[in-house]
């Protein structure tokens, strides 16, 4: 017999949620496993390359032509590179590793810590933090993620004449929705898709420093939250980006 106000087909779609549920977890757990074992065998030949090519720099530049060095030195920056993204994918991997103690979290404390420690960076931004409800997480890993979304903002204001971020938030029936809003550069809304990849890059290097982790960092943690991460924006006119944190039942 079924579960009181419980049909049969609802007990049957439950079972294949759960299911399905298990599946997910399963490959999520082997994709974790395999970044880590990757990034940890890929290391050792990556500092091998760097540091011998840092050896030819230093001991053996005399000898070499204009474009030798020029080689040497693209090869020694080229396995650097690769190293720190290889570190970004450790990063990434020990999110799931991590212990998960979600507990009551004052979420106007925690942005104004983040924004605090943030104090070097800010420069002339002028950032707005509004009265924030709060909510079950985990809070340092829920911190990460506002450092994460508020180093953002940041950095993509700051050729503004007036940068300024805002943080904000709002309850809803199911769910507690954060926003932190920049007066940036902004984005073309068509690659709105590509913001919380691994890597993922709508600018040069050469324009803004950065490797394409931090708002993947931010997925994965509100992920493991149970939430959902999306971003608003236009070229020229700022963004916002959002993240939601379920409500506990």
């Given amino acids: 017999m079924p579960p009181p106000n419980q049909t049969p087909d609802g007990a049957a779609v439950e079972k294949q949620l759960r299911e399905k549920t298990a599946q997910l977890e399963a490959v999520t757990r082997e994709f974790e496993q395999f970044s880590h074992s990757v990034s940890h065998d890929l290391r050792a030949p990556l500092r091998a390359l760097e540091g011998f090519a840092q050896i030819l ?17 693209v090869l020694a920056a080229s396995a650097q590179k690769a190293t720190l993204l290889l570190e970004d994918l450790l990063t990434l991997s020990r999110l799931f590793r991590k212990p998960f103690a979600p507990a009551p ?9 983040r924004v605090r420690d943030l104090a070097g ?10 009265n924030l409800p709060g909510a079950s997480a985990d809070r340092t890993l829920i911190g990460q993620v506002w450092t994460h979304l508020l180093e953002n903002a940041l950095k993509f204001s700051r050729g503004k004449p007036d940068p300024k971020v805002e ?3 709002r309850e809803e029936p199911d769910r507690t929705v954060y926003g932190v809003r920049d007066n940036g550069i902004g984005f073309e809304p068509k690659y709105c898709s590509r913001l919380f990849g691994v890597f993922q890059r709508l600018h040069g290097e050469n324009e803004f420093p950065g490797r394409g982790i931090g708002l993947a960092v931010v997925k994965r943690i509100v992920t493991r939250h149970g939430g959902e991460v999306w ?3 236009r070229p020229k006119e700022g963004a916002t980006f959002y993240f939601s944190l379920p409500k506990q039942r």
Avoid at 121 to 130: C, D, H, N, S, T
């Fill in 105 to 113: 979290v004052d979420m106007s404390a925690l942005v104004a810590e």
């Fill in 231 to 233: 971003a608003e924006g």
């Fill in 121 to 130: 960076e800010a420069g002339a931004a002028k950032i707005e933090i509004e």
């Fill in 167 to 169: 943080v904000f938030g």
């Fill in 57 to 73: 720099v230093e001991d053996y530049s005399s000898k070499l032509d204009e474009e030798g060095r020029h080689c040497v030195n």
